[in-house]
């Protein structure tokens, strides 16, 4: 439960930066959106990782 909590709040942080980058590059649409998909792109082995984790540790 911790774990999926821990791994909650990490998506939360990710949907912050995420945001960010939205607000403070929202002049160019290029860069905004190569930014969220590197942002995808660098956050879904994580999860995957850290779910597997939580998984093997059970």
Request: some cysteine; overall charge positive.
């Amino acid at each position: 439960m911790s774990k999926r909590y821990v791994a909650f709040i990490i998506c939360i942080f990710a949907v912050i930066i995420g945001t960010l980058l939205f607000t403070t590059l929202v002049m160019d649409g290029y860069y905004m959106l190569s930014s969220l998909f590197l942002l995808a792109v660098i956050m879904l082995p994580f999860y995957i990782r850290f779910e597997r984790k939580a998984f093997v540790s059970r």
